[in-house]
Nanobody
Framework: VQLQACGGGFAQPGGSLRLSCTAS????????MGWFRQAPGDKRALVGL???????TYGDAVKGRTSIYRDREKKMVYLEMNDLKFEDTAVYYC??????????WGKGTQVTVSS
């Protein structure tokens, strides 16, 4: 299974961010898909995660200005974050939890919020 993310780069404070991620693997079925992020010197933290039951959980730092949604047929997950702050600067990782219990991570994409 490979997770390929698209998007990232530079954004301005108060702006918006959109990322997408596609899971490859014909037999792969995800129980959950979402996004984590890691800033320099920090631990990897939850951005948002949607389970197969449709329940979505967001990290406290992004709650209220972030949406994630899945396209199960296309094996994709999307992230949209608004009102960006300097502290949103991080490497964003796509994540998938397989039905076999395995964790899968994308390589990460850098997002830098700068004026």
């Amino acid at each position: 299974v490979q997770l390929q993310a698209c998007g990232g780069g530079f954004a301005q404070p108060g702006g918006s961010l959109r990322l997408s991620c596609t899971a490859s693997g014909d037999d792969f079925v995800a129980s959950a898909m979402g996004w984590f992020r890691q800033a320099p010197g920090d631990k990897r933290a939850l951005v948002g995660l949607e389970t197969s039951g449709g329940h979505t959980t967001y990290g406290d730092a992004v709650k209220g200005r972030t949406s994630i949604y899945r396209d199960r047929e296309k094996k994709m997950v999307y992230l949209e974050m608004n009102d960006l702050k300097f502290e949103d600067t991080a490497v964003y990782y796509c994540y998938a939890w397989g039905r076999d219990g395995a964790n899968h991570w994308g390589k990460g994409t850098q997002v830098t919020v700068s004026s």
